[in-house]
């Protein structure tokens, strides 16, 4: 019930006015967010580098509501992916489609895409296309596959575990040659489109992961991505990949930036690939939200900073 009110508080504009003028909300955002600008992303991916982490990086921002909004948003990118080629850091990059105008039509929000993947490729980077809620799946997934089409290969798509149309997205994707993050799924949706109970998003999840992992032994092209700091889900990934000859180099664990360190630095003494999700921007406020609705005892986080001061 505390999830659903805070990822319903995720969309009000009148508590995201109330909420990001206090200075707290701004240092407790600071956990998962480590800074607004562009410097502060590319410090960032240095110093994960520099313990053998990988990275992608999200210019925080969704649902705008005009063309030059949208624009902006794809120069954004197109400017973070200059700054991180200069600066000799590795790191793709995440966006989200509603980012660069999907709510005011498809070919808005394609050619948007386009000067980014252009700018990727030519700096050699893979573009993750992050998946907001089932109002832009299909959507989303059809651009995704028009960009492939149209040549882009460093193009990715994500998949909600929580879906049940999932398993048959997996496998479009899979024989499209199009690479998946796998996530359990972080937004609001209704019992007619996604598992209500968690054990079942987990255990689909795991059901997903070992599809995912089984196709990447025969294709190692398709490099899936599990997102989770779920123990369990990364147990049984490393389970199946032990049993079935899976190499480490044929898949990678993603975590987001912030959670789970401890986890992220251990995975990668392990000999596994591991790749941390850094958001960065002044549009911290949604993101923040499905974090302390992921796991409402961050709220207690919240409350001690706020008691502390
Ligand atoms: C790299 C990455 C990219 C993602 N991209 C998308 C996307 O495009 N679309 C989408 O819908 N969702 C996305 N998500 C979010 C995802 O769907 C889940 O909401 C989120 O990862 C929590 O699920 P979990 O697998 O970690 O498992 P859970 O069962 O939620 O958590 C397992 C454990 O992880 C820790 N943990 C999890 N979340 C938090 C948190 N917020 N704060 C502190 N500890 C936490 C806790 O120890 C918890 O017990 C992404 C997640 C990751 C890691």
Redesign the pocket.
Known sequence: MLREFLLTLSHSKTARNVITQFPLARSVSARFVPGETVADAIRVIRELNGHGLNVTVDHLGENVTTEAEAARAADDYVTLLTEIAASGGHSHISLKLTQFGLDLGESICFANLRRVLDKARAIQTFVRI??ESTDYTDRTLALIRAAKDAGYDNIGA?I?AYLYRSEADIESLSNAGIRV?L?????QEPPEWALPLKKDVDANYIQLAHKLLAAAKQNPALYPGL????EK?IAAAKTFVAANGVPPSAFEF???YG??RELQQSLVAEGYQVRI?VPYGAEWYPYLMR?LA??PA?LWFFASNFFRR
Do not use: F, P, S, W
């Not at 996530?183 to 937004?187: L, P, S, V």
């Open positions: 992050d998946m994500v909600q993050r996530c359990k799924g972080a937004y997102a989770t700091h779920d889900m993603q975590m987001l959670i789970r999700y974090r992921e796991r961050n």
